[in-house]
């Protein structure tokens, strides 16, 4: 079992930037995927970005040069620095951990004001 807490959300002027943490509650070493995907007012939910234990990224395209997603396997946290941020990146954030079974956060909310 593994517990998703994130932090981080908020308002922000487009342009702005934000930095989104997401603590798990047994060690990230056990933990091979940790991402971030993001559900949008009308739409359905969307990779972000995701991060393996090795350090791997893979990022949507939609995202790619103006975000960048991190963990610390000892603080058991993964981050997602959004800078650049646009009104289109208005949604609710969810923590993802991928360990066979796929665990997700309660969401925390962006939104980006043009």
């Known amino acids: 079992q593994v517990q998703l807490v994130e932090s981080g959300g908020g308002l922000v002027q487009a342009g702005g930037s934000l930095r989104l943490s997401c603590a798990a509650s047994r060690t990230a070493f056990t933990i091979n995927v940790m991402g971030w995907y993001r559900r949008a007012p009308g739409k359905q939910r969307e990779l972000v970005a995701v991060?393996?234990?090795?350090?791997?990224?893979n990022y949507a395209d939609s995202v790619k040069g103006r975000f960048t997603i991190s963990r610390d396997n000892a603080k058991n946290t993964v981050y997602l620095q959004m800078n650049s941020l646009k009104p289109e990146d208005t949604a609710v954030y969810y923590c993802n951990a991928q360990t066979g079974i796929n665990y997700w956060g309660q969401g925390t909310q962006v939104t980006v004001s043009s």
């Open positions: 991060i393996t234990s090795g350090g791997t990224t």
